[in-house]
């Protein structure tokens, strides 16, 4: 099989239903066509079979050059970089060897000390640290080498190159920056979405004063490598890798999807340990978790509108309907009135002038270091979230309407291929309402 480039953020499986309905109807389309021009019509013109199978099934003994066509296409990296960069010291070199020897320890290969697959983990984050000087190395980013050497255990130089890729083509790098904002954005959006798709569990988790910082860090910054089996996280990235981010927040909601029951339940102790953990106890299929993120319709345009909408000054909120008629997903997001959002514990509230209060529970937790349990303050928690009740109510005043079109950007949609002139729009859309201000 020959590969080439695949385009970053395509959805394969719309344009894989529509030729096939197209085929049904039309037998010998495929032929007619003729290979050149069907190739094209697919991301970088992988052959059909294998995109199918990174959309819908397992690639298996292919993964590797299928993730060498996605990752490596139209870049010339050298290996004699690697090999030279490799052997040199870095200042992060201690850190590094102390994350090494903590990384998928359940995996065969990382099993044994200083043995071959720890050896080229090491090697590999601390030729990443120099070759990323910008940011040096991080914790998770153990995880997501060891997930690349999984996949090319006998092929160090293209597991690097393959890492280095990752990190720079779908932009992850820019999540392990300095103070993080990059991070803070995903987080956000993230919430939103759980807002907007889950609200059961975005009630529960208003409840006991907890977002996505809490619990969804490491997933985000890991590509769910450091919380779920292997083989379902390699399922989960041939997907990431032809449809790109909006995959990583699907997933996600599925996760919090089948726990919204026992959540509601819990009392906020329980539920704060609970949401540490359950990623690691949950008992499911790669091929459960993917059927059931496909129905989450989150698309790069609404995660787009998302991230222009951070950067308001008023609050926002993504609300979702579905038409059961039609099977048709409509969304929208917009401003919502002040003292609403502020009300919210766990969540980004608001002063005058747009001056953000936080109100999070991770400062009432007590951790102990000897048992790893978690606990909580609950009465200081309880009269902080009192105080930032009344605080939000004193400085927003009397309750607002909220803001009509035509004064606030509101951002919509049924979910459909988008491009760079509706992001330019909604750019243009943020700055005159930040021009206003």
Not at 10 to 19: D, K
Not at 118 to 125: E, K, T, V, W
Not at 180 to 201: A, N, T, Y
Not at 381 to 401: C, D
Request: glycine residues 6%; contains cysteine.
């Amino acid at each position: 099989l020959q590969f080439v480039e695949a385009r970053q953020f395509i959805a394969v499986s719309p344009w894989l239903r529509r030729f096939s309905e197209c085929e049904e109807s039309c037998p010998g389309l495929a032929q007619h066509l003729g290979a050149g021009l069907l190739a094209n019509g697919l991301p970088g013109g992988i052959s059909q079979p294998v995109m199918e199978a990174l959309w819908q099934g397992d690639v298996g003994s292919h993964r590797a050059s299928a993730w060498k066509a996605l990752l490596l296409a139209d870049i010339n990296l050298q290996g004699e970089e690697y090999e030279r960069i490799c052997k040199q010291s870095c200042p992060y070199d201690a850190a590094i060897r102390l994350d090494v020897h903590r990384t998928l320890p359940q995996e065969a290969l990382f099993k044994e000390v200083d043995g071959h697959g720890q050896s080229m983990l090491f090697r590999l984050l601390r030729a990443l640290a120099i070759r990323l000087n910008e940011i040096g190395y991080c914790q998770s980013l153990n995880f997501l080498v060891a997930t690349v050497i999984l996949v090319f255990p006998d092929d160090e130089v293209a597991a690097f190159n393959c890492a280095l890729a990752l990190l720079l083509r779908h932009s992850l790098v820019d999540l392990y920056r300095p103070k993080f904002q990059k991070l803070e954005v995903v987080l956000w959006q993230f919430d939103r979405l759980v807002e907007g798709f889950l609200p059961k569990v975005h009630a529960a988790l208003t409840r006991h004063g907890v977002s996505s910082e809490y619990y969804a860090i490491q997933w985000f910054l890991t590509l769910y490598a450091s919380d779920l089996p292997q083989p379902i996280v390699r399922r989960i990235w041939d997907r990431f890798l032809v449809a790109g981010w909006r995959v990583m927040t699907q997933i996600g909601l599925v996760l919090l999807y089948r726990i919204q029951d026992v959540l509601i339940e819990m009392d906020t102790c329980r539920a704060l340990v609970f949401l540490k953990r359950f990623t690691r106890n949950a008992k499911l299929t790669a091929e459960e978790l993917l059927d059931t993120a496909a129905t989450f319709k989150v698309s790069h345009r609404m995660l787009s509108a998302l991230e222009a909408a951070y950067a308001w000054h008023e609050p926002s909120q993504l609300t979702v309907i579905k038409d059961l008629n039609s099977g048709q997903v409509h969304w929208t997001v917009q401003a919502t009135a002040e003292v609403q959002e502020m009300s919210r514990c766990g969540y980004r509230g608001y002063g005058q002038g747009g001056r953000r209060l936080q109100g999070k529970v991770l400062p009432f937790l007590l951790h102990n270091l000897d048992t790893g349990e978690t606990t909580m303050m609950e009465k200081a928690f309880s009269q902080y979230k009192g105080e930032m009740h009344q605080q939000a109510r004193a400085k927003a005043g009397p309750l607002q309407a909220t803001p009509s079109s035509a004064d606030m950007p509101a951002v919509s949609g049924v979910e459909a291929p988008t491009g760079s002139f509706w992001m330019q729009t909604v750019q243009r859309q943020a700055e005159r309402r930040l021009s206003q201000t």
